[in-house]
């Protein structure tokens, strides 16, 4: 890689907050002169080590259980950038980095066909009953074929409606169209033209989307904007029988409201990978048969964690060479 060898800092102090695949690190380790100190633990570091190992930083790379706020960059005085090794920044407070002059990054692109893989299995997770049928088994509870054992939803001829059609957006609806699915979907700005048709995919307001998906899923970044975007008001605006799935960010639903309607049957079911206030998990969704849930999974296969943190490290290595990083974000 050009240039790689070049930092405009001699010797480069690159702080890692949380454990990263080796692509990731041998990248930063081959930055001329660099000295890398990386957290080796799956925990999240502790903040004085952190704080410590920040002093003399002039890169950091982080992870989305690191809070990058306005004691983070005290810590850093000297720090070019925050490399984050995930696709949403919601963890960083973009604007308190643009005021001290810090490049925020993020990893988008590499994370699209896992996330989507994940909605789409957990879409078939919940129409199917696959987590239910699993914890039957599993409970040595005893079970025997019968027509009406089980009954889930298909998927073909259904809706499906995207609330953010973005990258991971898109090929959420590239799957489904191959499960014979309709595709709806909101966002800010329209689609490329060329997509829409291939998708045969239909912008609609919210409220529209609301009322004709069999099946939400939430695409979307993470912001004051979407907080709480689903909320007791937009679930009722759903259909009963419909279902809400979650590979977004936990915020944007409001899981007290989730609960209630998944209890009262206001909708049918829902799927989650991310949770309000992660690692919590609303006691009240623990119980309910008609939930799915998973450990924020969506980018987690080994392609793709070392596709992210060999991007994070890239744009680190653009940065102290006084070049544009690739994935730079605004507030
Ligand atoms: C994962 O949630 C990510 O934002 O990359």
């Not at 291939?198 to 099946?215: G, H, K, N, P, Y």
Request: net charge negative.
């Amino acid at each position: 890689m050009s240039g790689l060898n070049n930092p405009k800092i001699p010797q480069p102090k690159i702080t890692v907050t949380g454990r990263i695949p080796d692509a990731g690190l041998d990248l930063l380790r081959s930055i001329d002169g660099s000295d890398v100190w990386a957290w080796m633990d799956d925990a999240v570091i502790p903040t004085e080590v952190r704080n410590e190992q920040l002093a003399d930083a002039d890169a950091a790379v982080t992870l989305l259980t690191d809070r990058v706020d306005d004691d983070f960059l005290a810590a850093a005085p000297k720090l070019q950038i925050v490399a984050n090794v995930a696709v949403g920044y919601n963890n960083i407070d973009v604007d308190a980095c643009t005021r001290r002059g810090v490049i925020v990054t993020n990893t988008p692109g590499v994370l699209i066909d896992a996330t989507a893989d994940l909605a789409m299995g957990l879409v078939l997770m919940s129409t199917r009953r696959l987590g239910e049928g699993e914890r039957l088994i599993r409970s040595g509870t005893a079970w025997q074929w019968s027509m009406f054992m089980m009954l889930g939803t298909g998927l073909q001829g259904r809706t499906l409606g995207i609330v953010g059609m973005g990258g991971i957006g898109e090929a959420l609806a590239t799957r489904a169209r191959a499960f014979g699915m309709r595709i709806v979907y909101h966002n800010r700005r329209n689609v490329d033209t060329e997509v829409e048709q291939r998708l045969d995919a239909q912008r609609v307001d919210f409220d529209e989307l609301l009322a004709t998906s069999d099946i939400v899923s939430l695409n979307c970044p993470y912001s004051e904007a979407t907080h709480h975007l689903i909320d007791a008001s937009a679930l009722a605006a759903m259909k009963s029988t419909a279902f809400l799935v979650n590979t977004a960010r936990g915020p944007i639903v409001d899981e007290a409201a989730l609960v209630e309607a998944l209890v009262n049957g206001v909708i049918a079911g829902a799927a989650l990978d991310v949770f309000e206030n992660e690692p919590t998990v609303h006691p009240g969704l623990l119980s309910l048969d008609n939930v799915v849930l998973v450990p924020h999974l969506g980018s987690a296969t080994v392609e793709t964690r070392a596709a992210m943190a060999t991007a994070a490290a890239s744009n680190v290595v653009e940065v102290l060479a006084g070049r544009t990083p690739h994935n730079p974000v605004s507030g």
